[in-house]
């Protein structure tokens, strides 16, 4: 199901939980959809990142130019 929200806030999700099955949910059995076992779990929350020094970086990533990634 394609569902998107344009009053979506991040603070409507942090502190929630997330469970992946391995399979498609079929929209009729309950609680799971018969979507097979679970593939993850996790709670939804914000990770502050700390610098790293660049010798803890692997080679291919020191002096690199690249757009940094920020991790939710």
Sequence with gaps: IDKRSEDFKISDVIGRSIVVHAGADDLTSQPSGDAGPR???GVIGIAKSEPKA???????TRGSNRQKTRAF
């Design 39 to 41: 593939a993850g779990l």
């Design 54 to 60: 660049k010798a803890d970086l692997p080679a291919r």
